[in-house]
């Protein structure tokens, strides 16, 4: 049931969004669906109803601008381009998520022109976006609150206001933290059941019942066992997120441990040329396709253009080929972390004996135990 509008809404009130993304266009969408007036601008052109070509053309046919920008320099350089055309009548709402410092910088930069300055990061997926039940981690002056508040109510199920203006980011950092670790974590655990011989479904189950199990598990775990990396939130965006809490955690002297593990998996993806692929694609490291039944020993030829493919695909062999050239405490390495590599879509007796092993895993481990890591 959709909420009630509030007794405040702006009639005939023009909205302006900045950034079409995977967010922004939705929300544009869904506003246009509730009645509102919409503009739109985009660094890249795109073919949607009010287009304008420019920021300062969009402040000036638009009191309330909306920006949905990707990161810390996109939204100051919005800020700074839009300062031109700002007046007192304008109240601008950042939903990126920054560095808390960004954040601030382009408050002082649109509250110099006079205009209201919302911090609005928020929580939700495109198809929270698309429905207008995102929730709203907002900071700022009550004032300025109370006159984006009914904006605010249009596309959004929750508004939860946190404080000044850089506290709210702060707030989505550390969900986010949250978010992708859990994904993390149920990665790694959906490789150990299939490495036991369990279907993975059992995990989803056992987990519904079990009090960590969360709406991001809930969402995620069913589209990573179809092997669905669809983007909803991308890889490249999550690592974003969790390297300004790697930053503000380096300011103060922190040891985020988990978020460090976190991070370097989604390192990893971006690496294999998945950044634009949903998050929950750090399951790609575990993944595993058996060899298809018509599978015939490459020629010689064909074995240089093999080793040159992407690091993403797993390279499968005996146990003998890929350890008998190892001294015996590196090829003891390369046993034990086999069983980790293994996660197939079902666990069948036609299943190679032996799990693949990643090169660019193998030189890790080595790199690990040359320096004394475990």
């Known amino acids: 049931m959709e909420r009630p509008a509030s007794t405040s809404q702006p009639k005939h009130t023009n909205i302006g969004v ?6 922004g266009r939705r929300i544009a969408a869904h506003l246009r669906r509730k009645g509102f007036p919409v503009y739109v601008w985009n660094r890249s052109p ?17 009191n309330y601008i909306q920006i949905f920008v990707s990161d810390d320099n996109a939204l100051l350089q919005t800020a700074e381009q839009l300062t031109e055309k ?6 601008v709402l950042a939903h990126s998520t920054v560095a808390p ?25 495109k198809g929270a976006a698309e429905k207008g039940e995102l929730i709203y981690y907002v900071g ?26 850089g506290q709210a980011t702060a707030i989505k950092i550390a969900t986010n933290m949250v978010t992708a670790a859990s994904v993390e974590a149920a990665a790694e655990a959906l490789a150990l059941i299939q490495a036991q011989g369990l279907p993975p479904e059992k ?23 179809d092997r669905d990396f669809q983007p909803h939130f991308s890889v490249k965006h ?25 991070r370097d998996q989604l390192v990893e993806q971006t690496q294999w040329g998945h950044g634009e692929d949903d998050y929950s694609s750090v399951l790609r490291k575990y993944l595993y396709e058996p060899t298809p039944a018509s599978y015939e020993e490459p020629q010689p030829e064909e074995r240089h253009e093999q080793a040159s493919s992407d690091a ?30 293994i996660l197939s879509g079902a666990v069948s007796a036609a299943a190679p004996a032996t799990p693949p092993v990643r090169r660019g895993l193998l030189k890790q481990l080595l790199s690990r135990f040359s320096s004394g890591q475990e």
């Open 18 to 23: 900045v950034g079409l993304g995977i967010i």
């Open 46 to 62: 795109h073919p949607v109803p009010n287009f304008v070509g420019s920021l300062g053309e969009l402040a000036e046919l638009c």
């Open 86 to 91: 700002l007046t007192p009548r304008h109240v």
């Open 101 to 125: 410092d960004s954040m601030r910088a382009a408050a002082e930069i649109v509250e110099r022109r006079g205009a209201r300055f919302v911090e609005a990061t928020f929580t939700g997926s």
């Open 140 to 165: 700022g002056t009550e004032e300025a609150l109370r006159e984006a508040r009914p904006i605010l109510e249009a596309s959004s199920k929750e508004i939860v206001h946190i404080g000044a203006v």
């Open 203 to 225: 995990f989803v189950e056992a987990m519904r019942a079990n009090a960590s199990y969360s709406g991001t598990l809930a969402m995620k775990l069913p589209k990573m066992l």
């Open 238 to 262: 999550m690592l974003k997120d969790v390297e300004i809490a790697s930053q503000i955690a380096l300011s103060h002297f922190l040891d985020l441990r988990v978020t460090a593990a976190a």
């Open 312 to 341: 993403d695909e797993p390279i499968t062999h005996s146990a003998k080929p890929e350890t008998q050239n190892l001294a015996p405490q590196e090829a003891s390495i390369v046993g034990s972390q086999k069983s980790l590599l």
